[in-house]
């Protein structure tokens, strides 16, 4: 299971970026391997309108099944992510990466869609 | 620290003067910040003095080199915008015409256009007259409000809040549904809809209190000039009542909205005694108390 998580940080200390489109970083988690990779998503910062979809095809490249975020996905990306077969979870906007991943293994996270 | 953001879906309901008078009631305490780019006012009602200038970058213009353009013509007959004129042998490019959609760099045979980025405006923070900081922009000719421009004034407001320990980040959003909307609710903790007794008020509070909803964020609302019509407020407290969205105020219409405007000052400072003072206080009391129960 792959698990990407928007975050404003490279650690498992650091803090989640309750945004999806615009997120600083994505942090992602293989269970299966145990291994925590890093993809910055600079390119949204540049972009003026439409970072939504773009977001989102980079975070289905990643090979996402889980996305663990704050508030959500706008109506945009949510339309393409729905069509995958990838779970979005929210509410995690004011935890710390490991507080976000062990919320989610608790069952304590919203499904977004 | 806490981001409140105000926001209406419809133009003109009070937006504005509310979230200045809730950023002058919290005083210090709070860091501004004003993402109605388009039409940026905030700054004339809290008296912001412009200290800290940085420039904005964004969107692209086509520019002709006129040592390699050979007056081919091709991108004059490409263009969608009217925005290439040809003049004494010449082609330019009119930069408030153009819309960067990069048509005409893709079929010039010469690679005689190249694309350069914009300077849309400026962002600013600058020191108000309640004390504390407030974090804006100003746009350049025909240039236009954008995702990206409101991220850019709410991660200044942010940095700056949790730089100085603030308690509140305010944020005054713009009218509608679209981009800069949606990047004004992005990391919001509670969400104010200002709404008003008109028909576009309500039709335009249903629409982008749907975009709410999408982002999963808790809202309240104000109900303002209620008395202009008493079936329409009947029907917009029904929808919020079906919606789980508390009232926490009920304006009447009062000229003091405008007279306070007139002097540039938030309603609070304008006539603190007065009973709409009182209210516009108790509501920013409620709403902090929401905030903080939202918390635990």
């Given at each position: 299971m792959k698990i990407v998580f928007t975050t404003k940080g490279t650690t498992w200390d650091s803090q989640m970026d309750p945004r999806f489109g615009r997120a600083e970083t994505f942090l992602i988690y293989d269970e299966e391997a145990d291994t925590l990779e890093t993809v910055v998503n600079?390119?949204?910062?540049?972009?003026?309108h439409g970072v939504g979809p773009q977001t989102t095809k980079k975070v289905l490249g990643l090979g996402a099944n889980v996305i663990i975020?704050?508030?959500?996905?706008?109506?945009?990306?949510?339309?393409?992510?729905?069509?995958?077969?990838?779970?979005?979870?929210?509410?995690?906007?004011?935890?710390?990466?490991e507080e976000a991943y062990e919320a989610y293994k608790a069952n304590k996270l919203q499904l977004q869609f | 620290m806490r981001e409140v953001v105000v926001i209406s879906g419809k133009g003109g309901t009070g937006k504005t003067s509310l979230s200045a008078s809730f950023s002058y009631i919290e005083g210090a305490n709070a860091v501004v910040c004003d993402c109605d780019v388009d039409a940026a006012n905030m700054h004339l009602l809290l008296?912001?003095?412009?200290?800290?200038?940085?420039?904005?970058?964004?969107?692209?213009?086509?520019v002709i080199d006129p040592e390699m353009c050979t007056n081919c013509g091709e991108c004059f007959d490409v263009c969608r915008f009217d925005a290439i004129t040809q003049e004494e042998d010449t082609h330019i490019v009119d930069p408030i015409s153009c819309e960067g959609c990069h048509y005409c760099f893709q079929v010039c045979p010469h690679e005689a256009i190249t694309m350069v980025t914009q300077k849309a405006g400026d962002v600013y923070i600058s020191d108000i007259k309640q004390g504390g900081k407030m974090a804006h922009a100003k746009l350049g000719f025909a240039a236009e409000n954008s995702g990206k421009l409101v991220a850019k004034v709410k991660s200044e407001a942010k940095m700056?809040?949790?730089?100085e320990d603030k308690g509140f980040v305010i944020t005054d959003g713009s009218p509608g549904i679209g981009c800069p909307v949606i990047s004004s609710l992005s990391g919001a903790n509670?969400?104010?809809?200002?709404?008003e007794a008109t028909v576009s008020g309500l039709h335009d509070l249903k629409r982008v209190y749907e975009l709410t909803k999408t982002f999963n964020l808790k809202c309240v609302c104000i109900i303002n000039k209620y008395d202009l019509n008493q079936v329409i407020t009947t029907k917009i407290e029904d929808f919020l009542l079906k919606e789980k969205v508390p009232v926490v105020a009920k304006l009447p219409y009062d000229e003091t909205f405008t007279k306070?405007?007139?002097?540039?000052?938030?309603?609070?400072?304008?006539?603190n005694s007065s009973e709409l003072s009182q209210t516009i206080i108790k509501t920013w009391d409620k709403i902090k108390q929401i905030i903080n129960e939202e918390q635990k």
């Open positions: 600079s390119e949204t910062e540049a972009m003026d975020t704050g508030n959500g996905a706008g109506q945009k990306a949510l339309e393409v992510l729905k069509s995958f077969d990838a779970k979005m979870y929210v509410g995690a906007g004011d935890m710390t990466v | 008296g912001a003095n412009f200290n800290n200038q940085s420039d904005f970058y964004s969107g692209e213009i086509s700056l809040a949790l730089k509670l969400v104010v809809l200002v709404t306070a405007l007139a002097i540039a000052q938030p309603i609070v400072e304008f006539d």
